[in-house]
């Protein structure tokens, strides 16, 4: 279970996760998925509700399921599927120990989930357990290492090292997106894949994207940098000044912005 969980609760952070979905909804919620009309998915760690809502609109006749460890992004994913005229059964619990039975459902889902998880292993093995045989995984995950810029910034890399501090010491695994393969086929799942998708904008063919991406990242970067001055008691002004440096490259006409994120699926 995650010790100190870096996002936190608030309606802000609700919002933000929205808007984080609409943001990847054609290039990594929906991306390559394949879901039937009456098969049933649950997806783990699913917060405000804001993946189930975007599944739940492109797949209709789905069955949806979902679980949260806070009460209050249950209540909000109630409220926002209600408002999408969307049915789910959805459960405040530990993903650790789901409260379905074997062999419950088709298709799990995961996304900017497994991160934030000291034995995602153990979550991976329930995961298992509820799918159906023949069942389908499907996560997303990044690897925090590989967001970068140009031009080139220390402060950003200082901020970038920082953020992976964080990560590690709220009992989260900053670099998890490269071990989903290894996760999975440890977990049992056979037909393992694991894709590393690139996202890459530079300011003189796409400044919209790149200044859409910084915009993304910055949503959830800057809050956490009051957190990590109180935790390791680090200098707020680099921390800042490699805040600024990420956003100017949106000014730069020789910007450019790229992260990896990985996508991988298992079948049980
Ligand atoms: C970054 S949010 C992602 C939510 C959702 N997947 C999305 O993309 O909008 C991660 C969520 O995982 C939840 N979480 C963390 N540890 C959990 C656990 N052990 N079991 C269930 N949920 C957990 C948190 O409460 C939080 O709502």
Redesign the pocket.
Same mark, same amino acid.
Request: aromatic share 12%; with cysteine.
């Given at each position: 279970?995650?010790m100190d969980?870096i /996002?936190g609760?608030s309606d802000d952070e609700q919002k933000r996760?929205i808007q984080?979905?609409e943001y990847w909804k054609n290039d990594l919620i929906v991306r390559d998925i394949n879901y039937n009309s009456g098969e049933s998915l649950l997806?783990?760690?699913?917060?405000?509700g804001?993946?189930l809502g975007i599944l739940g609109t492109a797949f209709p006749g789905l069955k949806f399921s979902g679980?949260?460890?806070?009460a209050k992004?249950i209540n909000f994913a109630s409220q926002h599927l209600k408002q999408l005229g969307l049915d789910a059964d959805l459960k405040i619990?530990?993903?650790?120990n789901l409260p379905w039975q074997d062999n419950s459902f088709d298709h799990v889902y995961?996304?900017?989930?497994l991160e /934030?998880?000291s034995n995602p292993l153990k979550?991976l093995q329930e995961a298992i357990r509820v799918l159906k045989p023949g069942g389908t995984i499907t996560l997303t995950e990044t690897d925090y290492r590989t967001i970068v810029i140009s031009p080139d910034s220390e402060n950003y890399l200082n901020l970038n090292y920082s953020l992976c501090e964080l990560l590690i010491q709220s009992g989260g695994n900053p670099y998890m997106g490269q071990s989903l393969g290894n996760l999975l086929t440890q977990s049992g799942f056979k037909t393992v894949v694991n894709n590393a998708l690139t996202f890459h904008y530079f300011s003189r063919q796409d400044p919209k994207k790149v200044t859409g991406f910084i915009d993304y990242v910055s949503s959830w970067l800057a809050p956490t940098i009051p957190q990590i001055v109180e935790k390791f008691n680090k200098d707020s002004e680099s921390l800042s000044a490699g805040l600024n440096d990420f956003h100017n490259v949106k000014n730069n006409p020789d910007g450019a912005v790229t992260a990896v994120i990985y996508r991988a699926t298992g079948i049980k």
């Open positions: 279970m995650n969980y /996002h609760y996760l984080q979905a997806e783990i760690g699913c917060g405000a804001a993946v679980i949260d460890l806070e992004q619990g530990n993903a650790s995961a996304i900017w989930f /934030h998880l979550v």
